[in-house]
T-cell receptor, first 112, second 112 residues
Framework: TQLLEQSPQFLSIQEGENLTVYCNSS?????LQWYRQEPGEGPVLLVT???GGEVKKLKRLTFQFGDARKDSSLHITAAQPGDTGLYLC????????????WGLGTSLAVNP | ETGVTQSPTHLIKTRGQQVTLRCSSQ?????VSWYQQALGQGPQFIFQ???????GRGNFPPRFSGLQFPNYSSELNVNALELDDSALYLC???????????FGSGTRLTVV
């Protein structure tokens, strides 16, 4: 069974700090997606990365897909209280696009 | 364009009962996936439907079943409810998995 290990599980930082969330697996994924989920809501797609080594930026968020397509990272610059939420990574199995494998999530709290 | 809508938003059932959850996919999306999310966990894949056919299933027993209709809306049925079935059930639709999924807000099921 493919697993996606996400770290850290919990993160509490002050406004203005930088942070990085990691998503790692021993398996190759055809694509990897990052979502953000707020309490009582469904996850909202932030970005999809497809190509090994790909880097995508979304304002203060930078997403990177590992060269071997086994890992990914999310870096937030100058975090703001509005960034608070659960960040989830999900990988599409290589050769089988029928389901996403999900990490357990990183719960981020940004304190003013 | 409309997003994914799920009904009901909350539901309380007794152990042993049956439940049907409903999902209207985003306009133009032909793929629907269902997920179970326990408190503090990432979503667990239940199954996926593409053009009315099940084309992927996670590690859930047969008492979890589903349907997709010609208009791409979908139902999740759970028979013989157990206490551990209490969770947030999420529906997500997609046109192509690589582009990511649009999630509904979920149905919070409580089994007592």
């Amino acid at each position: 069974t493919q697993l996606l290990e996400q770290s850290p599980q919990f993160l509490s930082i002050q406004e203005g700090e930088n942070l990085t969330v990691y998503c790692n697996s021993s398996s190759v994924f055809s694509s990897l997606q990052w979502y953000r989920q707020e309490p009582g809501e469904g996850p909202v797609l932030l970005v999809t990365v497809v190509t090994g080594g790909e880097v995508k930026k979304l304002k203060r968020l930078t997403f990177q897909f590992g060269d071997a397509r086994k890992d990914s990272s999310l870096h937030i610059t100058a975090a703001q209280p509005g960034d608070t939420g659960l960040y989830l990574c999900a990988g599409a199995e290589a050769g089988n696009n029928r389901k996403l494998i999900w990490g357990l999530g990183t719960s981020l709290a940004v304190n003013p | 364009e409309t997003g994914v809508t799920q009904s009901p938003t909350h539901l309380i059932k007794t152990r042993g009962q049956q439940v049907t959850l409903r999902c209207s996919s985003q306009s133009g999306h032909n793929t629907v996936s269902w997920y179970q999310q326990a408190l503090g966990q990432g979503p667990q894949f239940i199954f996926q439907y593409y053009r009315e056919e099940e084309n992927g299933r996670g590690n859930f027993p047969p008492r979890f079943s589903g349907l997709q209709f010609p208009n791409y809306s979908s139902e999740l049925n759970v028979n013989a409810l157990e206490l551990d079935d209490s969770a947030l059930y999420l529906c997500a639709s997609s046109l192509r998995q690589v582009y990511g999924y649009t999630f509904g807000s979920g149905t919070r099921l409580t089994v007592v």
